[in-house]
């Protein structure tokens, strides 16, 4: 299998990963990929039947239609412990992302010693199925090893903490890996920098907002092919909170940009509430655009809606969560520099419950964010999906 190079995969021309897919980094035409390619639009892996059996209209197959892909975050104990989650995964998804596997308290639980056997097993299920895999995530202020978090408080000039682990992951992923997010979370409006940065975080204590613009040339020089991308949450929903962070991130962005520091995409975690704030089309379109504007793609790469405010009837629930995933879907695959759509998780047998109290459903509710249901049954939510990229 060959691995398209950055340009390929930004210019929609990606070799090997599927011209589908690769046209979908870049929300080109899949038929442009193709010819580039001489390879069919990516289908579906029909080989194993799941939730969309029988049907040729799974997410993978009617996202790469229009260019894009879906996936889905994903474990690597999944493969070996669920066979009938991941036959799911593999009829519906032609991306994955490993949820907590590529994240540094895992991959260096000591100084030097790596284990990265769960993002490897990770990125052999991606190749034997013809999906990409995004690096998520290399600089992150949480899940990093309490070691690292001394070293960075005691020697603020060991940059060299940053620089190499960079260099370590994606030496080790090479092209196999297209996609990473470099940095992620960087905005914190609410803790009060008049610049909305996160200056809470140990790499902002150690380095200032430097370590930002030090990672992204880092990551291009190791990886010159790879796509980079900055990623982060709340600014997708109206109200004052939002809006802060939305100003926050076009800010850092502008400056990026600005800079000329090496930045190829944005992702939006897409982490929404349901029962909560409004949904402001306008607002959110212009907010994309803004982004686009600004010469950089957009992936949505953490899609989920929590519905813990709903009432107690989860049919309520699944159908207020639907109507609200359609109405974001459709402005966010609107705008042509959006390349994709992975949610956090594809069934609610697998939900990612943050360790916030505030976050946890009420007594005896369990959580409904994803499109399949725990039995691994389409919800509503998997049809507004499928209904947004019909009409995308
Ligand atoms: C979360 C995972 O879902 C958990 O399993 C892990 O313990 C902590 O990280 N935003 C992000 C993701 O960018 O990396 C987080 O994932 C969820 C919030």
């Not at 639980?109 to 790596?114: D, E, L, Q």
């Not at 020089?221 to 100003?247: F, I, Q, T």
């Not at 949505?300 to 974001?328: M, S, Y």
């Amino acid at each position: 299998m060959t691995y398209p190079s950055r340009r390929q995969v930004l210019l929609g021309t990606g070799l090997g990963i599927g011209a589908g897919i690769a046209a979908g980094l870049t929300g080109g035409s899949p038929f442009r990929a193709a010819l580039a390619t001489g390879m069919a639009p990516l289908s579906p892996d029909t080989t194993e039947l799941s939730s969309t059996a029988g049907s040729s209209d799974s997410l993978r197959s009617l996202a790469a239609r229009r260019g894009l892909f879906y996936g889905c975050a994903m474990k690597s104990g999944q493969i070996a412990e669920d066979p009938a989650f991941t036959a799911a995964v593999v009829a519906d998804c032609s991306a994955i992302v490993p949820e907590y596997e590529l994240k540094r308290v895992i991959t260096e639980p000591a100084p030097g010693r790596f284990d990265f056997s769960g993002a490897d097993r990770l990125s052999l299920f991606a190749t034997e199925h013809d999906m990409l895999m995004r690096g998520h995530t290399l600089v992150w202020h949480l899940a990093n090893p309490a070691w690292l978090e001394t070293a960075l408080a005691d020697a603020p000039s060991m940059k060299a903490h940053m620089l190499d682990y960079i260099g370590t992951a994606m030496r080790r992923y090479g092209s196999r890996v297209p996609v990473w997010d470099v940095v992620n979370e960087a905005i914190a409006p609410e803790e009060g920098d008049f610049l909305g940065r996160r200056i809470g975080s140990p790499w902002f204590r150690a380095f200032g907002d430097g370590y930002i613009d030090d990672a992204f040339h880092q990551a291009r020089d190791v990886a010159p092919d790879a796509v980079l991308a900055y990623n982060d949450y709340g600014v997708e929903m109206s109200g004052s909170w939002y809006a802060a962070r939305r100003r926050a991130m076009l800010l850092l962005l502008e400056g990026l940009v600005a800079r000329n520091v090496p930045i190829d995409m944005v992702g939006i975690q897409g982490h929404l509430i349901a029962f909560d704030k409004p949904f402001d089309e306008e607002v959110f379109a212009r907010f994309l655009a803004d982004i686009a504007g600004m010469g950089l793609k957009i992936t949505i790469t953490e899609f989920d809606i929590t519905d813990r405010k709903g009432p107690a009837d989860p049919a309520v629930r699944d159908a207020e969560v639907a109507a609200l995933g359609r109405r974001f879907l459709d402005v966010a695959l609107d705008c042509p520099a959006v390349t994709g759509l992975l949610t956090w998780g594809l069934s609610d047998r697998y939900f990612w419950v943050p360790d916030d109290p505030a976050q946890r459903p009420p007594e005896g509710q369990t959580l409904r964010p994803l499109p399949l249901d725990e039995n691994l049954v389409k919800k509503p939510l998997w049809n507004a999906i499928a209904d947004a990229l019909r009409a995308s």
